[in-house]
């Protein structure tokens, strides 16, 4: 079974709200996780690092303040699209880890600014 | 930052025949090699990797080869099946594990095995 879950699958939105997606090991204390952002037929490009407690850490050119990143706990880490516009629609993938752990991807989330 | 060049970026095959997906990186400090298979709308989903102390890993029908000298590595599918089709991203990070964990990922090349 899946060892991290990401909520919701599918999201759509008007533009100029915010989306909330979410991120949950469900079996192991993940201290990082990652959060990608993919477009159609290209690859998964890294946003940013968060390692739980911290701060996120963003990749050159995400802006931190459109996309807001909590990990408040061991098992959850938040990604919000504030502000959504057309040009966010993506599939927004996260993954986790720990110390020893492998790599886990969750599900992705389809999110739609209409 | 690290740096990942994929080719080809399609690739169409014959069942049976074998399909080389070859990528390079640009940072040395790399040591972790990941494959992944991605299938339309869904997760990655990790198929072989190797870490830079190994220049050969097989399982089964799956192969990546690395040479940490000219900084490129490849994967192998040898039989290919119509299942096989999808598209496969290579990727590079410091290490597995924690931060190190950070993956810069190939463009991708998109796989088609003809029945």
């Known amino acids: 079974g899946a060892v991290v879950s990401q909520h919701p699958s599918r999201v759509i939105c008007k533009s100029g709200t915010s989306v909330k997606i979410e991120c949950r090991s469900l079996?192991?204390?993940?201290?990082?996780m990652f959060w990608y952002r993919q477009f159609p037929k290209q690859s998964l490009m890294l946003m940013a690092t968060s390692n739980e407690g911290s701060k996120a850490t963003y990749e050159q050119g995400v802006e931190k303040d459109k996309f807001l990143i909590n990990h408040a706990s061991l098992t959850l880490s938040t990604l919000t699209v504030t502000s959504a516009h057309p040009e966010d629609s993506s599939f927004y993938i996260c993954?986790?880890?720990?110390?020893?752990?492998?790599?886990?991807f969750g599900n992705g989330t389809r999110l739609t600014v209409t | 930052g690290e740096n990942v060049e994929q080719h080809p970026s399609t690739l169409s095959v014959q069942e049976g025949d074998s399909a080389v997906i070859k990528c390079t990186y640009s940072?040395?400090?790399?040591?972790?090699f990941p494959w992944y298979k991605q299938e339309l709308g869904k997760r990655p989903q990790l198929i072989i990797d190797i870490r830079s102390n190994v220049g050969e890993k097989k399982d089964q029908r799956i192969a990546v080869t690395l040479n940490k000298t000219a900084k490129h590595f490849s994967l192998h599918i040898t039989e290919t099946q119509p299942e096989d089709s999808a598209v496969y991203f290579c990727?590079?990070?410091?290490?597995?594990?924690?931060?190190?964990?950070?993956?810069?990922f190939g463009k991708g090349t998109l796989l088609t095995v003809n029945p």
């Open positions: 993954s986790a880890t720990s110390t020893n752990s492998p790599l886990h």
């Open positions: 990727a590079a990070s410091l290490d597995s594990g924690g931060s190190n964990y950070k993956l810069t």
């Open positions: 079996d192991f204390q993940a201290t990082t």
């Open positions: 940072d040395s400090a790399s040591n972790y």
